[in-house]
């Protein structure tokens, strides 16, 4: 699926602070349905920070982010949960996988807690363990796991919600470059079949490679936009 004009998330005005220091400066842009865009930009110039107010983890202090019609500045923290339950995911550097649970059970983890039904939450993770080629490894513990494969896990698990965006914070950056470029094509096929935006955050001009546009930030502001 091709990304289309009709925006699936809307970021307007976010200045975000700490203390006294204002990290995130009058930040705008908007994402449309199935659109990948790598954010961009040195350590310190408030990409993370942007993550963090993306996924409802942290509020901004001004502004507005619209995540499919809803404004995540005006929700409860209830409802952020829900947010980042079904709407938006995140793949973490560092995978962050559960030690004590099999590769399968990290995936069916976040639909369980939707109250998926056993018989479609089984289905659904079955589908995405053939879809990250890991059927041979879907009883393993991440210990047991490659980097490669930890990060298949980790991607199969953010998609397993269905969500409408996708988060990644430098999916490739734990990772030997041929892995990575694996990893890459991957989430290439995955967001194309499901039809899922990204904002991926990273130091690599590799990843550039499959998104469609280019955001740099500096200072705290985005500095330009390119398409790719």
């Known amino acids: 699926m091709s990304a289309s004009s009709a925006p699936i998330l809307t970021v307007t ?3 975000k602070c700490y203390g006294e220091r204002e990290i995130l400066h009058g930040v705008s842009f908007e994402l449309a349905r199935g659109e990948r865009i790598a954010l961009m930009g040195p350590s310190g110039s408030g990409k993370s920070t942007l993550l963090n107010c993306l996924g409802g983890i942290d509020r901004p202090d001004k502004g507005r982010i619209v995540v499919e019609n809803r404004d995540l ?6 409802e ?8 938006v995911s995140t793949i973490f550097q560092f995978f962050h996988l559960l030690p004590t649970l099999s590769a399968r059970e990290n995936i069916a983890f976040p639909i369980q807690l939707l109250g998926v039904e056993r018989v479609e939450r089984e289905a659904r993770v079955n589908e995405l363990l053939h879809e990250v080629d ?3 490894r879907s009883e393993a513990l991440p210990e047991q796991l490659s980097g490669g494969e930890m990060q298949r896990v980790a ?10 965006v996708i988060l ?4 490739t950056g734990n990772l030997d470059s041929g892995t990575g470029e694996a990893i890459l094509d991957l989430i290439l096929t995955l ?7 990204l904002v991926i955050v990273t130091h690599s001009d590799a990843v550039t490679r499959i998104c469609n546009r280019v955001l740099r930030l500096r200072d705290g502001r985005i500095e330009g936009s390119a398409s790719l």
Request: aromatic share 0%; proline share 7%.
């Open 155 to 164: 991607i199969a698990r953010a998609l397993a919600p269905r969500p409408v």
């Open 191 to 197: 967001s194309e079949r499901h039809g899922i935006a």
């Open 73 to 78: 500045t005006a929700l409860g923290h209830a």
């Open 13 to 15: 005005e976010v200045t």
């Open 80 to 87: 952020l949960s829900d947010v980042r339950r079904r709407q």
């Open 134 to 136: 890991l059927e041979h």
């Open 168 to 171: 990644a914070d430098e999916p």
